[in-house]
Protein backbone atom coordinates (compact mmCIF):
# COMPACT_ATOMS: atom_id res chain seq x y z
CA UNK A 1 0.00 0.00 0.00
CA UNK A 2 2.76 2.25 0.83
CA UNK A 3 4.13 1.42 -3.24
CA UNK A 4 0.73 2.75 -4.52
CA UNK A 5 0.54 5.73 -2.24
CA UNK A 6 4.66 6.30 -3.66
CA UNK A 7 3.25 6.13 -7.02
CA UNK A 8 0.44 8.33 -7.02
CA UNK A 9 2.69 10.92 -4.87
CA UNK A 10 5.37 10.04 -7.39
CA UNK A 11 2.75 11.40 -10.35
CA UNK A 12 1.22 14.04 -8.43
CA UNK A 13 4.43 15.57 -7.88
CA UNK A 14 6.13 15.46 -11.24
CA UNK A 15 2.49 17.18 -12.60
CA UNK A 16 2.97 20.00 -10.02
CA UNK A 17 6.03 20.82 -11.40
CA UNK A 18 5.19 20.66 -14.99
CA UNK A 19 2.01 22.55 -14.18
CA UNK A 20 4.34 25.14 -11.71
CA UNK A 21 1.35 24.29 -9.34
CA UNK A 22 1.96 22.40 -6.08
CA UNK A 23 -1.84 22.46 -5.46
CA UNK A 24 -2.22 19.67 -7.66
CA UNK A 25 -0.02 16.85 -5.74
CA UNK A 26 -1.96 18.26 -2.92
CA UNK A 27 -5.30 17.51 -5.07
CA UNK A 28 -4.28 14.08 -6.23
CA UNK A 29 -3.10 12.87 -2.64
CA UNK A 30 -6.72 14.70 -1.17
CA UNK A 31 -8.82 12.59 -4.21
CA UNK A 32 -7.18 9.39 -3.73
CA UNK A 33 -7.90 9.47 0.21
CA UNK A 34 -11.35 9.98 -0.46
CA UNK A 35 -11.83 7.50 -3.22
CA UNK A 36 -10.22 5.25 -0.54
CA UNK A 37 -12.70 5.77 1.76
CA UNK A 38 -15.88 6.08 -0.41
CA UNK A 39 -15.15 3.18 -2.23
CA UNK A 40 -13.97 0.52 1.06
CA UNK A 41 -17.44 1.92 3.07
CA UNK A 42 -19.75 0.88 -0.10
CA UNK A 43 -17.88 -1.93 -1.33
CA UNK A 44 -20.51 -4.52 -0.33
CA UNK A 45 -23.43 -2.62 -1.74
CA UNK A 46 -21.37 -2.00 -4.83
CA UNK A 47 -20.45 -5.41 -5.50
CA UNK A 48 -23.65 -6.95 -5.31
CA UNK A 49 -24.68 -4.84 -7.26
CA UNK A 50 -22.66 -6.05 -9.85
CA UNK A 51 -23.60 -9.06 -9.24
CA UNK A 52 -27.44 -9.87 -8.73
CA UNK A 53 -27.65 -12.13 -5.49
CA UNK A 54 -30.07 -13.29 -3.38
CA UNK A 55 -29.82 -13.76 0.06
CA UNK A 56 -29.09 -17.33 0.62
CA UNK A 57 -32.64 -18.52 2.02
CA UNK A 58 -31.99 -21.17 4.79
CA UNK A 59 -35.58 -22.94 4.33
CA UNK A 60 -34.10 -24.06 1.20
CA UNK A 61 -30.11 -24.60 1.81
CA UNK A 62 -30.21 -25.68 5.37
CA UNK A 63 -26.79 -27.54 5.34
CA UNK A 64 -24.41 -24.81 3.38
CA UNK A 65 -26.03 -22.02 5.60
CA UNK A 66 -25.27 -24.20 8.36
CA UNK A 67 -21.49 -24.84 7.35
CA UNK A 68 -20.76 -21.34 6.96
CA UNK A 69 -22.04 -20.38 10.20
CA UNK A 70 -20.30 -23.32 12.11
CA UNK A 71 -17.19 -21.88 10.32
CA UNK A 72 -17.33 -18.30 11.52
CA UNK A 73 -18.42 -19.46 14.60
CA UNK A 74 -14.95 -21.42 14.43
CA UNK A 75 -13.13 -18.88 13.15
CA UNK A 76 -14.19 -16.02 15.91
CA UNK A 77 -15.86 -14.07 13.26
CA UNK A 78 -19.61 -12.60 12.99
CA UNK A 79 -21.79 -14.36 10.52
CA UNK A 80 -21.17 -12.72 7.51
CA UNK A 81 -24.30 -11.75 5.15
CA UNK A 82 -24.84 -14.84 3.01
CA UNK A 83 -25.56 -14.44 -1.00
CA UNK A 84 -26.28 -16.49 -3.82
CA UNK A 85 -26.01 -15.96 -7.57
CA UNK A 86 -28.19 -17.79 -9.87
CA UNK A 87 -25.04 -18.84 -12.33
CA UNK A 88 -23.82 -22.06 -13.33
CA UNK A 89 -20.08 -20.95 -13.21
CA UNK A 90 -18.44 -22.21 -10.12
CA UNK A 91 -17.59 -19.45 -8.00
CA UNK A 92 -17.52 -17.29 -4.70
CA UNK A 93 -16.67 -14.36 -3.26
CA UNK A 94 -15.91 -12.22 -0.02
CA UNK A 95 -16.32 -8.48 0.10
CA UNK A 96 -17.41 -5.57 2.12
CA UNK A 97 -15.47 -3.00 4.33
CA UNK A 98 -14.97 -5.04 7.85
CA UNK A 99 -16.01 -8.13 9.46
CA UNK A 100 -18.96 -6.84 11.13
CA UNK A 101 -20.45 -5.87 7.55
CA UNK A 102 -19.23 -8.65 5.16
CA UNK A 103 -20.26 -10.36 2.55
CA UNK A 104 -19.61 -14.61 1.19
CA UNK A 105 -21.26 -15.44 -2.00
CA UNK A 106 -21.20 -18.19 -3.56
CA UNK A 107 -23.16 -19.33 -7.11
CA UNK A 108 -25.48 -21.98 -7.63
CA UNK A 109 -23.11 -23.66 -10.00
CA UNK A 110 -20.85 -24.33 -6.84
CA UNK A 111 -23.54 -25.72 -5.10
CA UNK A 112 -24.10 -28.43 -7.86
CA UNK A 113 -20.09 -29.70 -8.20
CA UNK A 114 -18.44 -29.86 -4.74
CA UNK A 115 -19.42 -31.69 -2.18
CA UNK A 116 -19.79 -31.07 1.97
CA UNK A 117 -15.94 -31.34 2.66
CA UNK A 118 -15.25 -29.05 -0.62
CA UNK A 119 -17.84 -26.35 -0.01
CA UNK A 120 -16.46 -26.39 3.57
CA UNK A 121 -12.46 -25.19 1.65
CA UNK A 122 -14.57 -22.75 -0.09
CA UNK A 123 -16.37 -20.97 2.61
CA UNK A 124 -13.46 -21.42 4.84
CA UNK A 125 -10.99 -19.33 2.37
CA UNK A 126 -14.11 -16.34 2.29
CA UNK A 127 -13.70 -16.27 5.44
CA UNK A 128 -10.45 -16.24 5.86
CA UNK A 129 -10.57 -12.76 3.14
CA UNK A 130 -12.69 -11.42 6.05
CA UNK A 131 -10.55 -12.31 8.62
CA UNK A 132 -7.09 -10.99 6.99
CA UNK A 133 -8.93 -7.88 6.00
CA UNK A 134 -8.42 -8.67 2.44
CA UNK A 135 -11.35 -6.48 1.91
CA UNK A 136 -9.29 -3.28 2.90
CA UNK A 137 -6.06 -4.03 0.45
CA UNK A 138 -8.25 -5.34 -2.36
CA UNK A 139 -10.58 -2.29 -2.66
CA UNK A 140 -7.22 0.24 -2.04
CA UNK A 141 -5.58 -1.10 -4.59
CA UNK A 142 -8.45 -1.06 -7.04
CA UNK A 143 -9.00 2.33 -6.41
CA UNK A 144 -5.53 3.21 -6.49
CA UNK A 145 -4.99 1.52 -10.10
CA UNK A 146 -8.08 3.91 -11.38
CA UNK A 147 -6.53 6.82 -9.97
CA UNK A 148 -3.35 6.43 -11.64
CA UNK A 149 -4.97 5.35 -14.56
CA UNK A 150 -6.92 9.11 -14.45
CA UNK A 151 -4.09 11.09 -14.06
CA UNK A 152 -2.21 9.63 -16.40
CA UNK A 153 -5.80 10.31 -19.12
CA UNK A 154 -5.64 14.23 -17.49
CA UNK A 155 -1.87 14.28 -18.53
CA UNK A 156 -2.48 13.44 -21.49
CA UNK A 157 -5.69 15.56 -22.76
CA UNK A 158 -3.57 18.50 -21.06
CA UNK A 159 -0.93 17.88 -23.76
CA UNK A 160 -3.69 17.92 -26.67
CA UNK A 161 -5.23 21.23 -25.49
CA UNK A 162 -1.71 22.97 -25.16
CA UNK A 163 -1.69 22.62 -21.35
CA UNK A 164 2.05 23.42 -21.94
CA UNK A 165 1.85 27.11 -23.53
CA UNK A 166 3.38 30.30 -22.33
CA UNK A 167 5.44 28.96 -19.60
CA UNK A 168 8.77 31.41 -19.03
CA UNK A 169 11.22 30.59 -21.56
CA UNK A 170 14.66 30.80 -19.08
CA UNK A 171 12.64 27.08 -17.95
CA UNK A 172 12.27 25.72 -21.00
CA UNK A 173 14.83 23.12 -21.26
CA UNK A 174 13.57 21.84 -17.50
CA UNK A 175 10.33 22.07 -18.50
CA UNK A 176 11.07 19.79 -21.58
CA UNK A 177 12.51 17.37 -19.56
CA UNK A 178 9.70 17.24 -16.74
CA UNK A 179 7.75 16.32 -20.26
CA UNK A 180 9.39 13.88 -21.31
CA UNK A 181 9.40 12.10 -17.55
CA UNK A 182 6.00 12.88 -17.09
CA UNK A 183 5.42 11.14 -20.40
CA UNK A 184 7.10 8.24 -19.54
CA UNK A 185 5.27 8.16 -16.30
CA UNK A 186 1.62 8.60 -17.39
CA UNK A 187 2.51 5.36 -20.03
CA UNK A 188 3.95 3.51 -17.43
CA UNK A 189 2.24 4.11 -14.27
CA UNK A 190 -1.03 2.79 -14.98
CA UNK A 191 0.38 -0.49 -15.91
CA UNK A 192 2.79 -0.70 -13.02
CA UNK A 193 0.18 0.01 -10.44
CA UNK A 194 -2.04 -2.58 -12.45
CA UNK A 195 1.32 -5.21 -11.88
CA UNK A 196 1.29 -4.35 -8.22
CA UNK A 197 -2.56 -4.80 -7.64
CA UNK A 198 -2.24 -7.99 -9.64
CA UNK A 199 0.81 -9.47 -7.03
CA UNK A 200 -1.03 -8.28 -4.20
CA UNK A 201 -4.20 -10.10 -5.49
CA UNK A 202 -2.62 -13.26 -6.06
CA UNK A 203 -0.39 -13.16 -2.48
CA UNK A 204 -3.42 -12.76 -0.79
CA UNK A 205 -5.48 -15.51 -2.41
CA UNK A 206 -2.34 -17.67 -1.23
CA UNK A 207 -2.64 -16.21 2.38
CA UNK A 208 -6.54 -16.72 2.01
CA UNK A 209 -6.12 -20.73 0.83
CA UNK A 210 -3.71 -21.32 3.67
CA UNK A 211 -5.90 -19.38 5.87
CA UNK A 212 -8.84 -21.67 5.29
CA UNK A 213 -7.07 -24.72 4.86
CA UNK A 214 -5.99 -23.99 8.89
CA UNK A 215 -9.86 -23.32 10.09
CA UNK A 216 -11.34 -26.29 8.72
CA UNK A 217 -7.50 -28.47 9.29
CA UNK A 218 -8.56 -30.21 5.65
CA UNK A 219 -6.86 -29.08 3.08
CA UNK A 220 -7.50 -31.46 1.30
CA UNK A 221 -11.12 -30.41 0.79
CA UNK A 222 -10.10 -26.76 -1.09
CA UNK A 223 -7.20 -28.83 -3.15
CA UNK A 224 -10.18 -30.79 -4.74
CA UNK A 225 -12.51 -27.87 -4.82
CA UNK A 226 -10.38 -25.98 -6.87
CA UNK A 227 -9.22 -29.28 -9.42
CA UNK A 228 -12.95 -29.53 -9.99
CA UNK A 229 -13.69 -26.06 -10.57
CA UNK A 230 -10.22 -26.08 -13.23
CA UNK A 231 -11.26 -28.97 -14.91
CA UNK A 232 -14.08 -27.53 -16.46
CA UNK A 233 -13.97 -23.73 -15.80
CA UNK A 234 -17.12 -21.60 -17.17
CA UNK A 235 -17.06 -18.13 -17.45
CA UNK A 236 -19.39 -15.91 -14.75
CA UNK A 237 -22.04 -14.33 -17.09
CA UNK A 238 -21.51 -11.26 -14.89
CA UNK A 239 -17.73 -11.20 -14.83
CA UNK A 240 -16.07 -7.67 -14.56
CA UNK A 241 -12.20 -6.74 -14.59
CA UNK A 242 -13.24 -4.58 -11.60
CA UNK A 243 -14.06 -7.36 -9.42
CA UNK A 244 -12.10 -10.63 -10.29
CA UNK A 245 -9.83 -10.62 -7.80
CA UNK A 246 -12.38 -10.96 -5.32
CA UNK A 247 -13.50 -14.79 -6.47
CA UNK A 248 -11.87 -18.12 -5.51
CA UNK A 249 -11.24 -18.36 -9.14
CA UNK A 250 -10.94 -16.18 -12.12
CA UNK A 251 -14.68 -15.67 -13.06
CA UNK A 252 -13.67 -15.33 -17.25
CA UNK A 253 -12.79 -19.49 -16.94
CA UNK A 254 -9.86 -19.04 -18.60
CA UNK A 255 -7.91 -20.83 -16.04
CA UNK A 256 -7.84 -24.37 -17.02
CA UNK A 257 -5.46 -25.91 -15.03
CA UNK A 258 -6.51 -29.35 -14.02
CA UNK A 259 -3.99 -31.58 -15.42
CA UNK A 260 -1.79 -30.15 -12.59
CA UNK A 261 1.44 -28.65 -14.54
CA UNK A 262 1.97 -24.99 -14.48
CA UNK A 263 3.38 -24.49 -17.69
CA UNK A 264 1.74 -21.30 -17.23
CA UNK A 265 4.77 -18.32 -19.40
CA UNK A 266 5.87 -15.88 -16.50
CA UNK A 267 4.63 -13.50 -18.71
CA UNK A 268 0.68 -14.58 -18.90
CA UNK A 269 0.89 -15.17 -14.83
CA UNK A 270 2.04 -11.70 -13.91
CA UNK A 271 -0.74 -10.39 -15.66
CA UNK A 272 -3.12 -12.95 -13.62
CA UNK A 273 -5.66 -11.90 -10.26
CA UNK A 274 -5.33 -15.34 -9.28
CA UNK A 275 -2.31 -17.68 -8.61
CA UNK A 276 -2.05 -21.23 -11.32
CA UNK A 277 -4.62 -23.74 -9.55
CA UNK A 278 -1.67 -26.14 -9.49
CA UNK A 279 0.57 -23.95 -7.32
CA UNK A 280 -2.31 -23.29 -5.09
CA UNK A 281 -3.07 -27.07 -5.00
CA UNK A 282 0.22 -28.18 -4.46
CA UNK A 283 0.86 -25.27 -1.87
CA UNK A 284 -2.27 -26.62 -0.13
CA UNK A 285 -1.07 -30.50 -0.20
CA UNK A 286 2.11 -29.68 1.13
CA UNK A 287 0.72 -27.68 4.35
CA UNK A 288 1.63 -29.76 7.73
CA UNK A 289 -1.71 -29.52 9.81
Given amino acids: MSLFFGVVMAIGFVFSEIYNNPGVLYIAIIFSVLMNVTSYWFSDKIVLKL ?10 YPELY ?33 PEHAVVCVTTGILERLDRTELEGVLAHELSHIGNRDMLVSTVAVVLVGFVSILSDMFFRS ?29 LAPIIARLIHLAVSRRREFLADTSGALLTRYPEGLASALEKISRNPRPLATASNATAHLFLENPFGGDKDGDGKDDTPWLVKIFMTHPPISQRVKALRELKI
Fill in 51 to 60: HPAEPVDFKK
Fill in 66 to 98: RILENLSITAGLPMPKFYIINDPAANAFATGRD
Fill in 159 to 187: MHWGGFRNRDNDKGRAQGILIVVGLVLAI
